[in-house]
């Protein structure tokens, strides 16, 4: 637990909720409700074992961070994650109550077990140990199976060595999920390309550029060479392509060379530094820090400008 002010409010609350869950507990000392809320909260910060913080503003001398949260009555609890506020309650709710709050949206043990797994598998994964990595991986689906990083970084990573079985069996659950979400829509388009490639081995790069150089506008043609050049991780050429289509027919396909290049765009995506949230401390240092990153980092550059080069053409 630890006492918030004007002073350490962005440091103890605002970043740190991007690390851990913060309750905000707005209380007063002449409040009687607050006396009997506080030591529960306390008591519950102990039992979580750090998987949520407690912090305590106290309303009479900080009335600037009670006014910026709106608190008309008080005790008042706010639960802040990733720097923002998520939900709340007010009153000196059972300890009962306050636990069904809390499980709704603190992680359990196994589930930051999972994502400490995950963490570690990252930087096997930079440090080229494959290996490693997918066990790491793995341990983490087993313990938490709706962990999406985990199951994301390792179909990924069964696609990047080609090891197309296992990164079906890994990818169809998400594929079941109504709405699929756009990253395993990514790994699925980026499957495709390899199956289709297997499936077709006669594919040769210069005999499809010669049949489109007679026509460019034998879509099914271009789409067989995007599809080579995904399995080879040419992804910028492959985007080239997608937009040769896209200029000449937008909804072609129901709009799949437009979700085709997104989809890319979300695998390259995949692919930059992970940063840490703590480095950035307002809008305006974010703004700052992604300019640097997409003038340091080549595959930033490539996203953005393949990002314009779409705007351009849709609009």
Not at 44 to 73: C, H, P
Not at 115 to 136: H, N, P, T
Request: hydrophobic share 40%.
């Amino acid at each position: 637990m630890i006492d918030i002010s004007i002073d350490n409010f962005e440091e103890q609350v605002i970043m740190q909720s991007t690390l851990t869950p913060v309750l905000v507990d707005f209380w007063a000392p002449w409040c009687g409700p607050c006396k009997s809320l506080g030591p529960i909260l306390e008591k519950l910060e102990d039992e979580y074992g750090g998987r949520f913080l407690l912090a305590k503003i106290n309303t009479e001398v900080e009335q600037q961070l009670a006014g910026a949260f709106g608190i008309r009555s008080i005790p008042t609890c706010i639960l802040m994650i990733d720097g923002k506020p998520v939900n709340g309650f007010a009153g000196a709710l059972p300890e009962k109550n306050i636990r069904e709050f809390l499980d709704k949206y603190v992680k359990s043990e196994d589930e930051l077990l999972a994502k400490e797994d995950v963490s570690v598998a990252e930087e096997l994964l930079a440090a080229g140990d494959i290996d490693s990595a997918r066990q790491k991986l793995q341990e983490a689906l087993t313990i938490n199976p709706a962990n999406g990083d985990a199951r994301y970084d390792l179909v990924k990573l069964f696609l990047q060595i080609r090891d197309l079985e296992s990164a079906h069996e890994y990818l169809n659950v998400e594929l079941l999920k109504k709405p699929m979400d756009p990253r395993f829509l990514a790994l699925h388009y980026w499957l495709d390309a390899l199956l289709y490639v297997q499936d077709h081995p006669q594919l040769d790069l210069p005999q499809l550029e010669q049949v489109l150089h007679n026509n460019k506008r034998d879509f099914v043609t271009r789409l067989a060479k995007v599809k080579l050049l995904m399995a080879n991780e040419s992804w910028s050429e492959a985007m080239d392509e997608l937009l040769e289509i896209i200029m000449r027919d937008k909804k072609w396909e129901n709009d799949s060379a437009r979700k085709m290049y997104i989809s890319i765009l979300e695998i390259l995506t995949s692919m930059l530094p992970k940063t840490n949230p703590q480095t950035n401390q307002n809008k305006s240092v974010i703004a700052v820090d992604h300019a640097k990153l997409v003038a340091n980092d080549p595959q930033a550059e490539l996203i953005s400008k393949y990002r314009r080069k779409l705007s351009m053409v849709l609009n």
